[in-house]
């Protein structure tokens, strides 16, 4: 089964990042601040690509590294981000992850999203719910003040500080706590199994929430930029997700 195959490909992966820590990492920088890449985001990037090629050779790849940009366009085209959280990575934070989602004529019809240091995969099917390790899961239909609420605030997005942290001071006013988890995908994938209430954060890239995108909405949660409307899976975004209940009280919130 082809969704089976993309997971053990996205786990053996996982044993890459694993083992990179076992060798000194050589760190390269991107334009700005704090916009790291090391040679294993490439080198995972690299094997993913390799290796869906064989099960689904027709496909398109998006990825992050190397600006392996191809269109999403008709058929099948992967969306990948080696490793989400290369920040935490770098410091040995044990909270990244591989996100792999799979589109169809530009609709997300499978995704995974993979914390190797902790085993944990979410993985969801268009239509079928979500899960993770295999065990269903739902989003939160609680509102905020039973909640945490999560936000990103990666340190190149610079002209958007004000907007971020005024929009992080109000969830932390109106819920049990804030977090700022520096992986995108996981936080997206933690409003899946009710973990996090809410999660916004205001400039992202496609391969950080296109897996985790289906794996929010089959969980039951709510997925938007942060003015509510659609986003979009050809260009950058913000993203609010959310269960149900949050969502609409985060929307009049920060809105
Ligand atoms: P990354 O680790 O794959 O780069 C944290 O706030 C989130 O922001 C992470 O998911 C991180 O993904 C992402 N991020 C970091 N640098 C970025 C950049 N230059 N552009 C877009 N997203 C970025
Ligand atoms: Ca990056
Ligand atoms: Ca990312
Ligand atoms: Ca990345």
Known sequence: MLYDEIINIVTLAGEMILQAHEEELTIYDKAGISNFVTKHDKDVQSYLIRNLRIILPEANFLAEEDGIQQELGEGYCFIIDPIDGTTNFIFDYKHSCI??????????????VY???????????????AKLNGKEIHS???G?????????????????TDRIFDYA???????????????????????????????????????????????????????STAEGGLISLEQPSSILAAGRTCWKEAMKLLN
């Open 99 to 112: 996100s792999v989602g799979l589109a169809y004529h530009g609709k997300m019809q499978f995704g995974c």
């Open 115 to 129: 914390n190797p240091y902790t085993r944990e995969m979410y993985t969801a099917i268009k239509g079928e719910g």
């Open 140 to 142: 939160s239909d609680k």
């Open 144 to 160: 905020l003040s039973e909640n945490l609420a999560a936000f990103g605030c990666a340190r190149y997005q610079t002209e958007d």
């Open 169 to 223: 001071k109000k969830l932390y006013l109106n819920s049990l706590g804030i977090r700022e988890g520096g992986s995108a995908a996981l936080d997206i994938c933690r409003v899946a199994s009710g973990a996090n209430g809410v999660y916004v954060e205001l400039m992202l890239q496609p391969w950080d929430y296109a897996a985790a995108s289906l794996i929010v909405m089959e969980a039951g949660g709510f997925i």
